[in-house]
Every structure is written in structure tokens, then in C-alpha cells.
């Protein structure tokens, strides 16, 4: 059964810190990986995209990594802001059928 | 560009009455997507279409909820009869054809069946 496991669950970090929140993944064939953060009461909004070549990608203050052979993501936040507090969803697309699955997600909470 | 359009934001209902979700996707884009989002269960695909034509509705939970795409510019999501149980964030997300296009989603329609 394809699962994507995020971990933490939550996580609460002081503001300028940095943090990584993980991602595994059991979808096979993959054909991507994407980040989302959502704000409270918002869609969520794509931060990255990443296929089976690509290690890592940026965007701003995010850095996303992919592992394609272990199977592992992570996305790295460096000088946390207080807009930084968010979930932030791991959805990785099969390569089968094109399916999604969602990640459960890490709630992050920025405190100054 | 707006982004993607989602009415009604809010809504309430009683448990057996009929429930209409609609959604304005980004002009221009292919493909559109239904969403439901819970505490208990994350971000559910319910629905895509490509091109206004339903391409996966696996995830569409039971007969009770039905999604059209009259146009590419309007979609809707019925639940006949609502229940309790579907209580949700209900998202419209919409992207370029491409697979490996970014998925932009609207700001969610939140129903509380009572």
C-alpha cells in the first residue's frame, strides 16, 4: 500500500532557528514529490517539486532534499520567521496512474 | 489572476439536505481537482478532470457525492444526502495539463453538517 509517514507530528522552534521536517515514502513507481505549506484557514500552497532525479531544491528559505533510492525527503527551513507557522503536507505522485498521496503533515509554530 | 475561486466559503447545513460546492479555476488551466481535508484524515483526492472530462473518481467516498464540469471554467461538488460524517474542508485545486505542473488550490469551502 503506497503511505507517505510525515514526522514530527508538531514541532515548535524559536524564531531565526532552523528545522527539518521529514518525509518517507512507500509509492512505487515515483514519479514526484512536492512540498505544501498550508496556513491556518488557507489551501495549501506548493513550496517544491521534485522528480526522481533531483536532490535538492530550493525555494527562498526551504530546501528540499530527495533520497529517491531510500525513499526519503526532507524539508529544511533555515531562519525560521514567524510566518513560517504552518502545516507542511509531503505529497508524492506515482508514476502509476498518477495518483497522490498525502502525507499527514508537521504543524510548525514559530515562537519570537 | 484571482487564483482559484471557491463558493461558498462557509457553510451550514442540516444532516438530509443537499449541498452544492463550486469552483472557478486559474483561466487557462487543464485540469481540475477536488479535495477534502480533516483532522482524522489529512487531504483526500476525491475527483480530476482533465479537460472537463472526469478522469479518476476513486476517491469520491459513495454515491452521495457527485462532481460535474460543465465548462472550463466551472465545476461543481454535490453531496445528496449530506451526513455528519462529511464535515470538512472541501478544496478546488486547478493546474496547467502537465503532471508535473504546480497544483494551485483555492481557499476551501469549510461545511459543518449539523
Known amino acids: 500500500k503506497n503511505q507517505v509517514e510525515q514526522s514530527p507530528q508538531s514541532l515548535i522552534i524559536l524564531e531565526g532557528k532552523n528545522c527539518t521536517l521529514q518525509?518517507?515514502?512507500?509509492?512505487?513507481?515515483?514519479?514526484?514529490l512536492r512540498w505544501y505549506k498550508q496556513d491556518t484557514g488557507r489551501g495549501p500552497v506548493s513550496l517544491t517539486i521534485m522528480t526522481f532525479s533531483e536532490n535538492t531544491k530550493s525555494n527562498g528559505r526551504y530546501t528540499a532534499t530527495l533520497d529517491a533510492d531510500t525513499k526519503q525527503s526532507s524539508l529544511h527551513i533555515t531562519a525560521s520567521q514567524l510566518s513560517d507557522s504552518a502545516s507542511y503536507i509531503c505529497v508524492v505522485q506515482g508514476a502509476a496512474g498518477n495518483k497522490l498521496t498525502f502525507g499527514g503533515g508537521t504543524r510548525v509554530l514559530v515562537k519570537p | 489572476d484571482a487564483g482559484v475561486i471557491q463558493s461558498p466559503r462557509h457553510e451550514v447545513t442540516e444532516m438530509g439536505q443537499e449541498v452544492t460546492l463550486r469552483c472557478k479555476p486559474i483561466?487557462?488551466?487543464?485540469?481540475l481537482f477536488w479535495y477534502r481535508q480533516t483532522m482524522m484524515r489529512g487531504l483526500e483526492l476525491l475527483i480530476y478532470?482533465?479537460?472537463?472530462?472526469?478522469?479518476?473518481d476513486s476517491g469520491m467516498p459513495e454515491d452521495r457525492f457527485s462532481a460535474k464540469m460543465p465548462n472550463a471554467s466551472f465545476s461543481t461538488l454535490k453531496i445528496q444526502p449530506s451526513e455528519p460524517r462529511d464535515s470538512a474542508v472541501y478544496f478546488c485545486?486547478?493546474?496547467?495539463?502537465?503532471?508535473?505542473?504546480?497544483?494551485?488550490f483555492g481557499p476551501g469551502t469549510r461545511l459543518l453538517v449539523l
Open positions: 485545486a486547478s493546474r496547467l495539463t502537465s503532471e508535473q505542473e504546480t497544483q494551485y
Open positions: 483561466s487557462g488551466h487543464n485540469s
Open positions: 478532470f482533465n479537460n472537463n472530462v472526469p478522469i479518476d
Open positions: 518525509c518517507n515514502y512507500t509509492v512505487s513507481p515515483f514519479s514526484n
